[in-house]
C-alpha cells in the first residue's frame, strides 16, 4: 500500500514558477512509477508528467514540454514537479497517482492516488 501527499500548490501569476511534491509512505514506492495530473473545472483528468521508478525516460504532455520537470528522491520517498513559465491554462487540481507497473499517461494505469493540491495562475 502507498500513500501520497501533494503539496505545493498555490496562486501566482503568469511566468512564475512552482515546485509541486509528491510525499509518499510505504516501503514500496521506490519501485513504484508515479504521475502527475490534473483536472481543471468541467474538465477530465488530463495526463501532465510521469516519471518511472529509476528516474529515467520521463514523459510530458506536450503543453508542458520544455516548461515542466519531473524528478524523483527515493531515498526521501518524494518525486517533485518543477513548473516553470506557468500559464493561466495551468489553472486546475494536481494529482500525483503511483503505480507498481510503467510509466504511463493512462490514469487507468495508476493504483495509488493523493488528495490533489490547487495551482491557480493568474494573467
Known amino acids: 500500500q502507498v500513500q501520497l501527499v501533494e503539496s505545493g500548490g498555490g496562486l501566482v501569476h503568469a511566468g512564475d514558477s512552482l515546485r509541486l511534491s509528491c510525499a509518499a509512505s510505504?516501503?514500496?514506492?521506490?519501485?513504484?512509477?508515479v504521475g502527475w495530473f490534473r483536472q481543471a473545472p468541467g474538465q477530465e483528468r488530463e495526463f501532465v508528467a510521469a516519471?518511472?521508478?529509476?528516474?529515467?525516460?520521463?514523459i510530458y504532455v506536450d503543453s508542458v514540454k520544455g516548461r515542466f520537470t519531473i524528478s524523483r528522491d527515493n531515498a526521501k520517498n518524494t518525486v517533485y514537479l518543477q513548473m516553470n513559465s506557468l500559464k493561466p491554462e495551468d489553472t486546475a487540481v494536481y494529482y500525483c497517482?503511483?503505480?507498481?507497473?510503467?510509466?504511463?499517461?493512462?490514469?487507468?494505469?495508476?493504483?495509488?492516488w493523493g488528495q490533489g493540491t490547487q495551482v491557480t495562475v493568474s494573467s
Open positions: 516519471i518511472s521508478w529509476s528516474g529515467n525516460n520521463p
Open positions: 497517482a503511483a503505480t507498481p507497473g510503467i510509466a504511463t499517461s493512462r490514469p487507468v494505469g495508476y493504483d495509488y
Open positions: 510505504g516501503r514500496t514506492f521506490s519501485s513504484n512509477a
